[in-house]
């Protein structure tokens, strides 16, 4: 009687663990925005809509200062979806490819894979990685060519719906099938449609939500979350949303939501007094569209009607975004799923809306490198905003400790798992982004980056400031460091200066901040 009593006993045990075990472990739906910067309701901007991911940020904990590792998206996404910075990643441009540089790295939905989940992604998420790197799912990405479009509507041409702009597209495809020496690649490609004039910068057509990716990706995730939940599958699911990407194509209701008439310029649309001309460039991702530089000056500056325009189109196609987010967000709350589902948000670095006078990202400015971070998790009491300053490095530890499993020991990101539980207000003192400059050839042409690539610019920004050192020597080893390599600096004060008109860097009253900062460099760039 006694040995059954102590069999019991232990067989009590072992399912109350296992029941332990089970709840502890979450789901994880990871959802990452590409272009986005923190232009939302729940960041304080009354005049975007965005309800959706407004109501995620009441219930979770929304980060006010995160930025990203480098405001591009390949090494920025190469950075952030395996916890490693570009100077590991060795990403710094936008085709170099993650395990040509990095063979054996793990990425955050190939851990959780090899941790027992299904690892299923979709839509814009590992740009920068061949073939969106199979290594890191249980099931083949789903592409935009995977994706089921609303009835009559085929796959966007070349991210448009446009009839006109389909034929052409459709024509000039049938002429590189029928030319084996054709050069396929985007810049040839993109070129021809740019001079046909059928490269716009925004599209307002009357046409469903899921004539687009977007819509088409929002649709997916219902599907999967259903088999998953059906099936009883643990899952790890990474949404990649292709806007406010450009170019701006929104379906009509989204860009109605706006009075173009109302929209506000940015303030301050001139180049910082004292900063260097390398922190700037010539918003060359803008010139990709044909109707671009009819609209600007001799000094790149956009006219007015064209910036309301362009910043109509970013606001319409967050609000776009704003409705996939919460379609998911209400599915998940219907079927009861959220009760175990841990939710990240994040854009994978800011954008330029024309302050000074730059559009697009490609920058260590604070709108090209700040970006939301939200997180939600059934075990954890949200609703409140942590101002201290975060990297998108630490996400992967984060969710690692979010979803209950053990977090891998390399990361150069730290867990805000303390933020998250109240028990800290600050898990580090400052965040680290960088840019290249002087460099106009990419890496994959010749093989290695050419001898005049040999600028890196290093921005340090904590609750204050933000100090940039822009470093000359070699883009392969930064380990022999000296301040002689400083060929020229910023400093941006944001309690006296928040829209970065003045760089305070040859000012004698900041040298001990700038001592300061380049000590946090040191640590953690050169040190480390």
């Known amino acids: 009687m006694m040995k059954l009593y102590i069999y019991l006993s232990l067989l009590l045990t072992l399912i109350s663990c296992n029941q332990q075990t089970k709840k502890e472990t979450k789901n994880v739906l990871f959802i990452v925005v590409d272009d986005l910067k923190p232009l939302l309701g729940s960041y304080g901007y009354n005049e975007i809509i965005s309800p959706n991911i407004d109501r995620l940020a009441r219930e979770g904990v929304l980060f006010s200062k995160a930025y990203s590792q480098q405001a591009i998206c390949t090494a920025s996404r190469m950075s952030f979806i395996t916890g490693m910075r570009p100077d590991y990643t060795k990403i710094w441009d936008l085709s170099t490819k993650l395990r040509d540089t990095r063979p054996n790295i793990v ?47 085929k796959m966007p041409a070349n991210l448009y719906q446009s009839p006109e702009i389909h034929k052409k597209w459709d024509s000039l495809q049938a002429a590189l099938d029928a030319d084996p020496d054709a050069d396929r690649g985007w810049f040839a490609v993109n070129s021809v449609m740019k001079s046909a004039g059928l490269r716009p910068l925004t599209e307002s057509l009357d046409v469903p939500d899921n004539a687009y990716a977007d819509g088409a990706s929002s649709l997916k995730t219902i599907e999967l979350l259903k088999e998953f939940e059906r099936e009883n599958k643990k899952f790890f699911l990474t949404v990649g949303f292709q806007k406010p990407h450009l170019p701006f194509t929104p379906p009509k209701k989204y860009w109605d939501l ?7 310029l940015s303030e301050f649309q001139k180049r910082s007094d004292g900063s260097p001309s390398d922190a700037y460039h010539r918003s060359g991702e803008l010139r990709n569209y ?21 910043i109509h189109g ?9 409705a996939q987010v919460g379609i998911i967000l209400d599915y998940l709350k219907s079927s009861g799923m959220d009760d175990n589902t841990v939710v990240v948000f994040f854009g994978d670095h800011g954008w330029h809306l024309g302050d000074h006078g730059l559009w697009n990202k490609h920058s260590n400015f604070e709108e090209a490198t700040r970006t939301p971070l939200i997180f939600r998790s059934p075990d954890i009491t949200g609703g409140f905003i942590n101002k201290s300053p975060v990297e998108l490095l630490d996400i992967f530890p984060t969710i690692c400790e979010l979803a209950g499993i053990e977090v891998p020991e390399y ?41 005049d690539c040999t600028l890196m610019g290093y921005a340090v920004r904590n609750s204050r400031y933000r100090y940039v050192a822009w470093v000359s020597g070699d883009y392969e080893d930064r380990s022999d460091f000296n301040n002689n390599e400083i060929l020229m600096e910023e400093l941006y004060d944001y309690d006296i200066d928040p829209l970065e008109t003045r760089s305070f860097a040859s000012d004698p009253k900041y040298q001990m901040v700038k001592d300061e900062m380049i000590g946090n460099l040191r640590s953690v760039i050169w040190e480390n």
């Open 290 to 310: 044909h109707d671009t530089e009819p609209s600007m000056d001799e000094n790149g500056i956009v006219n007015d009607d064209k910036q309301r325009e362009i």
């Open 411 to 451: 990361l150069d990101g730290v867990s805000l798992l303390p933020i998250l539980e109240k028990k800290v207000s600050i898990q580090k003192d400052f965040a680290i982004s960088q840019y290249p400059r002087r460099c106009n050839v990419m890496r994959s042409v010749i093989g290695t980056y050419p001898e």
């Open 107 to 153: 990425t955050i939905p190939q851990y959780f894979k090899e941790n027992g989940y299904e690892s299923v992604g979709m839509g814009k998420v590992m740009h920068g990685a061949k073939n969106n790197d199979p290594e890191s799912w249980t099931m083949p990405f789903i592409a935009n060519e995977n994706f089921e479009y609303a009835a009559g509507y």
């Open 314 to 322: 970013y606001m319409a196609s967050v609000s776009f975004i704003d």
């Open 258 to 264: 706006y009075e173009r008439d109302n929209i506000k």
